[in-house]
């Protein structure tokens, strides 16, 4: 069988004897043909005597020698499936720890949030991106973490990721939030020699509120000059904070000077919330006369008040024990269809809690909750604080159950109204058992929290607990751990 294979594909690479018939050499090229035939049979007959390995027999469509278009063998479906499966798996796992991440930003949780994070970028198939990074410092910053959000953003850039004019705005906010105005100048000089990274309006007017809250205004004018050397020019967001500095800071003359700029700028006009913010310095102050005089004011400019307008009214009039005219200021809201929110019963209830008139303010709790009102962790600590005040504490603890039940944050404001209310009782290990809560939940205590737990125990006389705090509170000031 294999001869006869060898002989025909032999013979088909010789020329036809036929084409030559009739020339005078036939014989010898018609018996030229035989010999070679001999040969082939010979070379055959030789290659099946000797012995040899068995020759592969080729399956129809496979030998490469055949004119037929080849079909390369395919993937079994079993293994296509497999890979799927694992690539599926992967991004379940990554859709799964991604979604645990943004959950732990959203409940402020920046170490478990970093844990996660860290978990996700070991993956060589998770690439974070800018957005990512810009959630992880803004919280580390709202955290008091700046040194761990700055280490972030060296761990950022060693990962070959550009920074942007946003990522170092948002880092430079981390030192603002916890009054590290020195790291932050350091962080806007080191933009100011990038050129793609240039600070804008929003990186100098997050630099001028940190200024003006540490109350260090000689920096406002060199801040105010850099701009204007820059070309970049005042919003009425910036003009807005600066005058909330000036104002808290009883600089009345520095206010209503950046305010006289703004009525008569023509691209930096005042809005509701400078109507706001000049309402609230005088309001805050007591100074009721001079608020309605600059409402009036504001009035006549054209700029219509909102719901936050008569909040702050009702603040006002409140803690001045006005009552007539902060029930006046709550029916004209009615009368308008201003809504009453979350902050318009806030503000009553303060009311109330800062005199201890349980009686009010627990009317104003039940109407807020007959109203479909959703109480924020604000109104709890104002309860807190009136029981506090009225002496029944039976109640705090009432009231700490009961935020417990509603599922409302236990942020540092929470524990300093607990840990405030225990010391006014009188009762420091209760004060020391919720402090300890405090840090096992990673909530941050700040320099309030400190101070009142110092005087709680300066007044038995714990010369030793004082000390402790005091160690404690300088080791945190350095991290960035502290706002002060």
């Known amino acids: 069988m294999a001869t006869s294979v060898s002989l025909s594909f032999s013979s088909s690479l010789l020329p036809s004897p036929l084409h030559h018939s009739n020339n005078s050499n036939t014989n010898t090229r018609t018996h030229q043909p035989k010999l070679r035939l001999v040969r082939c049979a010979y070379s ?28 390369p063998r395919r993937t079994p479906l079993k293994n296509i499936k497999k890979k799927l499966d694992r690539k599926n798996n992967a991004r379940a796992w990554v859709n799964t720890v991604t979604e645990a991440l943004s959950d732990r930003i959203l409940k402020k949780h920046w170490s478990q949030a970093l844990e996660v994070f860290e978990m996700l970028r070991g993956q060589p198939f998770y690439y974070p991106k800018e957005g990512t990074y810009m959630k992880l410092l803004v919280l580390l910053g709202k955290s008091g973490q700046a040194n761990r959000a700055h280490q972030l953003f060296d761990e950022m850039i060693e990962e070959g990721l550009e920074p942007t004019a946003e990522l170092y705005t ?86 209503e000077k950046v305010l006289s ?12 919330w ?15 006369d001079s608020m309605e005089r600059w409402y ?41 269809q201003f809504p009453w929110t979350t902050a318009t019963y806030n503000n009553v209830i303060e009311v109330f809690a800062e005199v201890g008139d349980v009686k009010h303010m627990e009317y104003t709790f039940d109407q807020m909750r007959a109203e479909g009102m959703k109480a924020d962790t604000n109104t709890f600590c104002l309860l807190i604080n009136g029981y506090a005040n009225a002496g029944l504490f039976h109640k705090v603890i ?28 009188e009762d420091l290990m209760e004060m020391e058992r919720v402090f300890k809560r405090m840090k096992d939940n990673q909530c941050e205590p700040d320099s309030r929290t400190y101070s009142i737990m110092v005087e709680a125990y300066k007044k038995e006389g714990m010369n030793d607990k004082i000390y402790y705090l005091e160690q404690e509170k300088q080791r945190m000031i350095p991290s960035g751990s502290l706002s002060e």
């Not at 290659?47 to 030998?63: D, L, N, R, Y």
Request: with cysteine; proline share 3%; glycine share 6%.
């Open 398 to 425: 009432s009231s700490v159950q009961l935020a417990a039940k509603f599922e409302i944050s236990e942020n540092t404001m929470f524990y300093n109204a607990v840990i405030s209310a225990c010391a006014k009782a």
């Open 261 to 272: 700029g703004m009525l008569e700028s023509t691209g930096c006009k005042p809005d509701v």
């Open 170 to 255: 948002a880092l430079l906010a981390a030192y603002c939030r916890n009054n590290l105005i020195d790291g932050a100048f350091s962080v806007l000089n080191q933009m100011k020699s990038l050129p793609r990274c240039q600070p804008d309006v929003f990186t100098y007017s997050t630099l001028l509120k940190a200024c003006v809250d540490a109350s260090r205004f000689e920096l406002v004018d060199t801040l105010y000059q850099e701009m204007d050397e820059r070309l970049i020019t005042p919003n009425t967001v910036t003009q807005n904070i600066v005058l909330s500095g000036y104002g808290k800071a009883g600089m009345y003359d520095q206010m």
């Open 44 to 71: 055959a007959c030789s290659a099946t005597s000797v012995s040899s390995p068995k020759k592969k027999h080729w399956k129809q469509g496979e030998f490469p020698g055949t004119t037929e278009s080849f079909v």
């Open 296 to 336: 009036e004011k504001f009035l006549n400019f054209g700029i219509e008040p909102e719901t936050r307008t008569f909040n702050i009214l009702i603040s006002a009039y409140g803690k001045k024990r006005m009552y007539d005219k902060m029930s006046l200021v709550m029916e004209y809201m009615r009368k308008l």
């Open 274 to 288: 400078t109507m706001n913010i000049i309402l609230n310095v005088f309001g805050t102050k007591g100074q009721i």
